[in-house]
């Protein structure tokens, strides 16, 4: 990747490039943990709540959390539409949990009239890991970005995905169930992780969120 010049009033990071200004839906959920993950990462987070907060972004998380409280509110704020619109024209977005659900096409496993945002050709199925085990970790290998630590609460995983859909990640062998499942994928500038990377400390999936960021500015 080569530097760019940083446009005017911009920060610039240690690597030549303006900071990107990524916004973190913050109506519900795991908000902190993101922008924690976000400036290790070097971006610079901003707290998005209302469509005002929606200028000026290099790109949006939306976090994880509960996905029909999150769509409700996505409704009464105003911001559905917008946020539709922003992810049709490309703007980059990462989902942890249940941001992937309302960035996917399809969901099965609740209110098929649950609020989303959709972009995302993907079929999820909520709370897919089951009742019993709704919280386990494990670690899986996770493609470009190597060993990776997730934590999965009470997440979803990919039933299906179409053909421009890369698969990143996948449930290991080693785990004693759901092994092979479909667990983070990345569509164009939409990024999506069933589990939690804001949780454990380990800001290299927000870096690679922070690369595509960049790469579509370059
Ligand atoms: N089960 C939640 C939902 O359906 C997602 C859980 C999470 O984000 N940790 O929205």
Same mark, same amino acid.
């Given at each position: 990747?080569t530097?760019?010049?940083a446009?005017?009033?911009r920060?610039?990071g240690?690597?030549?490039w303006?900071v990107?200004?990524?916004g973190i839906?913050a %109506?519900?959920g795991?908000v @902190?943990e993101?922008d924690?993950a976000l400036?290790?990462? *070097?971006?610079?987070?901003l707290? /998005? !709540?209302?469509?005002e907060?929606?200028?000026g972004?290099?790109g949006?998380?939306?976090?994880g959390g509960?996905?029909?409280?999150m769509g409700?509110?996505?409704g009464?704020?105003?911001l559905?539409?917008?946020?539709?619109?922003?992810v049709?024209?490309g703007?980059?977005?990462?989902?942890?949990?249940a941001?992937?659900?309302? %960035?996917?096409d399809?969901v @099965?496993?609740?209110p098929s009239?649950?609020?989303?945002l *959709?972009?995302?050709?993907?079929t /999820? !199925?909520r709370?897919?890991?089951?009742?019993?085990v709704?919280?386990f970790?494990?670690?899986?290998?996770f493609a470009?970005?190597?060993d990776?630590h997730?934590?999965f609460?009470?997440a979803?995983?990919v039933?299906?995905a179409?053909s421009?859909?890369?698969?990143?990640?996948?449930?290991?062998?080693?785990?004693r169930q759901?092994a092979g499942?479909v667990v983070?994928?990345r569509?164009?500038?939409?990024l999506?992780t069933?589990?939690?990377?804001?949780?454990?400390g380990d800001?290299?999936?927000?870096?690679?969120?922070?690369d595509?960021i960049?790469?579509?500015?370059?």
């Open positions: 990747m530097a760019r010049p446009a005017a009033g920060a610039v240690s690597d030549g303006p990107p200004r990524v839906l %109506l519900q795991d @902190r993101h924690r400036r290790d990462a *070097g971006a610079e987070p707290a /998005v !709540r209302r469509v907060d929606l200028h972004l290099d949006l998380v939306l976090p509960e996905s029909t409280t409700r509110l996505l009464v704020f105003d559905l539409d917008p946020l539709r619109r922003l049709q024209e703007l980059p977005v990462y989902g942890s949990c941001g992937m659900i309302l %960035l996917a399809e @099965r496993g609740g009239d649950q609020p989303r *959709g972009g995302l050709d993907i /999820v !199925r709370n897919a890991f089951g009742r019993q709704d919280s970790e494990t670690d899986l290998a470009g970005v190597g990776v997730a934590v609460i009470r979803p995983w039933e299906a179409g421009d859909v890369r698969v990143l990640a996948r449930v290991p062998d080693s785990a759901a499942r983070a994928v569509q164009g500038a939409v999506a069933s589990f939690h990377p804001e949780l454990t800001s290299r999936i927000h870096a690679l969120f922070v595509m960049k790469e579509g500015a370059g």
